[in-house]
């Protein structure tokens, strides 16, 4: 109505040779679009800038800090990262063990659980946190155990004279935990890093869409059904708003890229750095050198990028005077649930005595985590150690409290909880487990499993 109001006033001007009036309209016009853009650009903080996006993450709080004198800790949790995919990543490249300087991969480990929510409280708060422990708690809810096993280790991080930078690991109140950093899934001004990752952040206002609609209600009735296309004039904006699903997904894979360009060493503190990654879960995908996304690959492929991602970070440690004094942890809260890839199991299978009715082929995989461990001013190529482990060990291994990387041990008894994920987790006080297995010093010989009922 205001368009057509308009229409009809600049007609009636013109026939009454007002042309004068017209011209000055347009100009008080055109000064007051170019006043509110103005206006508008200051106010957004992007009118004027006196550093560049990098300089702004470098000093700001979106960094990694490492200190060259002090010891620096840092913990990666890739979810879902099969141990046994470390045989065959190290077979396809054998470069991974020189790059991998004084680590050891624990091949023997075993998970205490074969999902997130009742692994999670133990590989970050140590024994106290299996769930049969946890559940003789009957008053607190699973994400407030999981919250409460997390704020254990900060404290024990702080009470030790460390910082803690960390991104959000599941399960948890992040609020009540009390992190000196928290590094977001992502950050915009993280996008500057584009020429070095080729990252490409779709941001699309469907200004074509609005054009495209523009046109099809101006167009005369004759030509509607050939602008219209059956649909095919609204490509673009389909297309795009894949592109943006993409772009937001690609994030979680260009973080672990990123870390060499968010690192610093200018910091005089000891440093706790927690990181959880979501990569290596399924959907199984992976983001190549160029920032180009590529979906439904298999969990081999996911592990093993991950992996040689991360050796980039470790290249930058090294160069930067930081890697001797860092111990690094890659843990995983549990193995591959091999159902859920449409293909063949991708790992070696060493497993001997073996019984379905025992323990099934799917459990003892899915039981089987990651575990590398760097110590510090440790040399040499990767090594592979066969000593009996659990993810739960690593709150141990951190602050080397008991720490069965450094001991000689003889025999072990260690608990495995065949758990199920339930979305109840702020109501339910009890884990979701029908029964566990007590497995003694070798995960690979099934006769070592014992199976014993949920209490």
Known sequence: MLILSSFF?????????????????LIVLNIVVATQSIVKSISSDKFF????????????????????????????????????AMETIIEDNPNI???????????????????????MPALIGGFDFVPNVLDKDTVHTIRQKMTTAMKSLIDKAHNNGFAVT??????????????DI????WNKEWDSYNYE????????????????????????????????NEGSWLKSYFVKQEMHENSWMANSYNFLRLLPHISTTQNDQANLILLYSFNTHFPWNYVDNTGELHTNVSPLTTNRWTIETFAHWVKWMKKNGVYDNTKIIIVSDHGVPWHRYDGEIEVNF???????????????LSLNPLLLVKDFNEKGDMLIDNRFMSNADVNSIMFDEINPTNDSIVSRTLPAFIAWWAESIDKSKKFSYSYWYKVKDNVFDADNWTRLDKE
């Open 350 to 364: 060493p497993f001997i005595n073996t019984n379905e009715e025992k323990v099934s082929q799917e459990h003892l």
């Open 49 to 84: 800038s006196s550093k560049n996006q990098v300089e702004r993450v470098i000093e700001g709080e979106l960094i990694i800090n490492f200190s060259k004198t002090k010891k620096n800790i840092i913990l990666l949790m890739p979810d879902m990262f099969q141990g046994l």
């Open 97 to 119: 063990v020189n790059e991998y300087t004084g680590f050891k991969w624990y091949r023997n480990t075993l998970s205490v659980s074969r999902v997130t929510n009742s692994t």
């Open 166 to 179: 960390m991104n959000k690991f599941p399960y948890t109140n992040i609020e009540e935990i009390g992190y």
């Open 9 to 25: 006033i600049f007609v009636w001007l013109l026939k009454r040779k007002k042309s004068t009036y017209i011209v000055y309209s």
């Open 197 to 228: 990752l080729g990252i490409n952040s779709v941001k699309s206002d469907n200004s074509e869409l609005i054009i495209e609609t523009a046109l099809l209600y101006c167009v005369p009735l004759v030509l509607k059904s050939l602008v219209y």
């Open 182 to 185: 928290l590094l977001p899934r």
